[in-house]
């Protein structure tokens, strides 16, 4: 089982970035997806997640209007769209996943996302 998260770095505040979390190992669609980001000597926190079957999704407070999450179930992809960045947004970034039935879950490794002039 992997999850494995990229597209993270360096953005200037206002700047963009597009993450991606590639799934394998795991039946990615029965799986609930969700982006969490933890900041240096903050906890973990959730940022946004999406059904199984894309639909409905839920976003912190903090980053609604800004961040879109979305999947490609063929493509066993969850992803992150995080637009307007400011420099509070500067965390690791893991995605997880967690089964629709018995809540297994699964993290990836992080990517490194920093906001900063």
């Known amino acids: 089982v992997q999850l494995v998260e990229s597209g993270g770095g360096l953005v200037q505040p206002g700047g963009s970035l597009r993450l991606s979390c590639a799934a394998s190992g795991f039946t990615f669609s029965n799986y609930h997806m969700s982006w969490y980001r933890q900041a240096p000597g903050k906890e973990r926190e959730l940022v946004a997640d999406i059904p199984r079957g894309g639909g409905i999704t839920t976003y912190a407070d903090s980053v609604k209007g800004r961040f879109t999450i979305s999947r490609d179930n063929a493509k066993n992809t969850v992803f992150l769209q995080m637009n307007s960045l400011k420099p509070e947004d500067t965390a690791v970034y893991y995605c997880?996943?967690?089964?629709?039935?018995?809540?297994?879950?699964?993290w990836g490794q992080g990517t490194q996302v920093t906001v900063s002039s």
């Open positions: 997880k996943g967690r089964h629709w039935y018995s809540g297994t879950s699964y």
